[in-house]
């Protein structure tokens, strides 16, 4: 006899000019699954999922979707379920190398129960040892889509490949308390490097500069940014890891020094402001005399060269506790939409996971 | 007997906020020099001036003078005669490796007469053997302010460092009859990438269309840059190699393809901005989802690696035919300021040189 299950998700219903609005631009359903009647393709699996990545950079794939675009990650479609990072565990398979119990991390649905395709399963294997591993080793499997998922090999490839720290020198990150800045932060500690961020909240400036042992850190609501950094980095900037953008940026490239870099990693500031209401940088020029690169770049072109590397170091770098994470954990698929809104006013205090289950 | 000789030049008065007005913030002036009561002390050379070079980049040298100031160059000393590149001729020295009659390239200073410290006068050393193959094989000696010099250089140091031009790639190149934008797109065709250029004047235009062999070639003041680039590159763009900043910059951005260069070179159209009126740039965020490279350079930084291979390659490509370059020259030391103007509003058809003398 079958029983049918809640299967309650969010769907994407149009495409939003500037700040997304609940029911208008994505809204929560009710839905039911019937497991035991649910078919499997061939190499498909069904996992119960159990925590969901939301993470900035998915404004950008509430977007009309063009032909030839130039983006590394298509948008959400209009009437689907919208799709996110998480973790689950496999319930049912039709796949020789899953079978029940397995535990899954890769791209699932804002939902209870997702079926993933045979090549997301395929590329989902990369997890799986290191899934139980964690698990036996009381590492939580929520990690997963933030220290060690993708968000700290964001910290990782961005600080590594293309900042180039080197011991001594002075790095400032922006949205310094969030899902990546809390680990670049920490990392450049590790390697020896003087490190300042700012954040938007009295309660995360105490975070990484008490926690996390940043050495200065501010509000940048409450301060003059400009004045801030003159004392703070009276010897320049050396890296900017850069999560904000807009005037924050702007002000930043001012202080550079010569050679510095700039790891343009996302510009939240920015995600949800209509084309005319963009802030205009005006000291991009400054990049000339101070041979300043600046370099976009996205974090699922490198795993094959620096997935490994990235593993071992901070699984390493986790045991000897020099790594702490902080993680804001909303409660409910039904939570999730207003959760992603609250995120670009920073009312989440670290990695914010939705929590959809059990596990 | 001493007999004096007019030794004119032009000198630094004030630091302008935007466009220079000649007298207030720099003049010509009258002078003399007594050439054979002139004391050379141990080192120093006196050179006859022949050939100056005015730049764009020597608008960022009348500036206030800060200390410990992230430039590559000092500022002009207010009341000091003002210093560029140029050729001339040795007419005195009280230095071993200098004798009268030796060709001479390097930093001299708007006037008729420089003595060269011996600092620079060692520094030199380096162009003196290619000066005379160049005069013993019909090569102007301007050319080394030009094609074969610092903007020459520009070209090659940027599109081979930061460009890392492929074989079918699109290049596009704003300022593109200039000094700088010429050499690059002749090297580009060379290097087998579709080029297209952007210039302000119709007759420029046709230069580089016809002359030059660019794929494409547009007036920027009189078309739609962004329905332009549409139609003329289709594919998108690979390289921006920018010298004008600004607003093209900013509708560059949209044309990048994914891993596109933006080699930073120059931005005239913001060298006579106040602050308050300088272009920002909107479309920066871009660069993010296409993995862009925007890399700011200073070709002084680069002699080392580059000078040789750059000076055997352009002397080979310039006896093979496959090299032109137009030069607008000035006479006279005393239209050296209205041509330094006149050089921000595309007066200039070519490199900009003021002959000061006959050789």
Redesign the interface.
């Known amino acids: 006899m079958s029983t049918e299950e809640s299967n309650n998700g969010v769907i994407f219903v149009k495409v939003p000019e500037d700040l997304p609005v609940i029911n208008e631009h994505f809204k929560f359903i009710e839905r039911k699954i019937n497991i035991s009647s649910t078919v499997l393709e061939k190499g498909e699996i069904l996992i119960k999922n159990v925590y969901l990545s939301l993470d900035p950079y998915m404004r ?1 794939r509430m977007r009309v979707s063009e032909k030839n675009e ?3 990650i298509n948008a959400f479609s209009v009437g689907k379920v919208m799709e996110a990072g998480g973790v689950g565990v496999v319930i049912a398979s039709n796949n020789d190398q899953w079978k029940k119990g397995d535990l899954f991390s890769g791209y699932i649905g804002w939902e209870e129960y997702t079926k993933v395709s045979p090549a997301a399963a395929k590329n989902a294997l990369l997890y799986k040892q290191a899934l139980k591993d964690a698990l036996d080793n009381d590492i939580s499997l929520s990690y997963f889509l933030g220290l060690l998922g993708m968000p700290g090999m964001t910290a990782y490839v961005g600080l590594f490949m293309i900042g180039k720290p080197k011991q001594g020198e002075t790095i400032f990150i922006s949205t310094a308390a969030g899902a990546v800045g809390q680990v670049v932060g920490q990392i450049a500690k590790i390697k020896g490097l003087k490190v300042v961020g700012s954040t938007g909240d009295d309660s995360k400036v105490d975070y990484i500069l008490n926690e996390l042992k940043f050495d200065h850190a501010f509000n940048y609501k409450k301060v003059d940014i400009d004045q801030t950094l003159k004392e703070t980095c009276p010897e ?1 900037i050396d890296i900017y890891f850069d999560n904000f ?1 807009g005037e924050t ?1 702007d002000i930043v490239l001012t202080h ?3 050679n510095a870099r700039v790891i ?4 939240i500031s ?1 995600y949800n402001n209509a ?1 005319s209401t ?21 974090v699922f ?1 490198h795993y094959k060269e620096y997935y490994e590397s990235f593993q071992k170091d901070m699984v390493q770098w986790l045991k000897e506790g020099k790594l702490k994470y902080k993680e804001y954990v909303v409660n409910g698929i039904e939570n999730a939409p207003q959760a992603f809104l609250d995120m670009f006013n920073g009312k989440n205090f670290g990695k914010l996971i939705i929590k959809i289950s059990d596990l």
């Open positions: 950008g130039k983006n590394y320049g953008g940026l550079l020094n010569i343009a990693c996302g510009m920015q084309k963009s802030y205009g940088i005006k000291n991009l020029g400054l990049i000339i005399p101070r041979r300043i690169i600046v370099h976009g770049f996205i072109d």
